[in-house]
């Protein structure tokens, strides 16, 4: 069953806040095995002009994930989970993401298009400070193959 072109131009607002910790930056730069000194110490970061540790680029996948599959969850828009892979994804920074920063993030339905049998579902995450202040804006496609692919 092809998705809901209904939800092309849904928004989702913000749902809370998320405090980006000195402790999460370093977990995850563990995890993709990086060992940038901007995201494990505070006067690194500090000597290069960053108020505190610096967060590697896609770190921002810990908040936006759950925003997106809260979308993908929709029993409405008809997306069967069991079928769908990452398609694409990206980032666009106004500044760097650090220790202390609280964010909260938008979500929206960009897309929906069909291909050879194949739905693709374009999201947008716009991601801000408390204050407003812009931080990033993430983007990711989610392919739902068809039921012959």
Request: aromatic fraction near 8%.
């Amino acid at each position: 069953m092809p998705l809901d072109q209904s939800f092309i131009g849904r928004t989702y607002p913000p749902r809370g806040t998320y405090v980006v910790a000195r402790e999460k930056i370093r977990e995850f730069a563990d995890a993709i095995g990086d060992e940038n000194a901007l995201y494990r110490d505070s006067a690194a970061a500090r000597a290069a002009g960053y108020p505190d540790v610096i967060a590697p680029p896609t770190f921002l996948t810990v908040i936006s994930l759950p925003a997106i599959n809260k979308i993908a969850d929709d029993p409405e828009l008809g997306l069967d989970y069991s079928r769908m892979v990452h398609g694409d994804q990206s980032f666009s920074y106004t500044r760097p993401v650090h220790a202390g920063d609280e964010l909260r993030l938008a979500t929206q339905v960009e897309n929906i298009m069909t291909r050879a049998g194949n739905d693709f579902l374009n999201l947008r995450a716009d991601i801000s400070t408390v204050d407003g202040e812009p931080v990033c804006t993430a983007r990711m496609q989610l392919v739902v193959r068809g039921e012959g692919a």
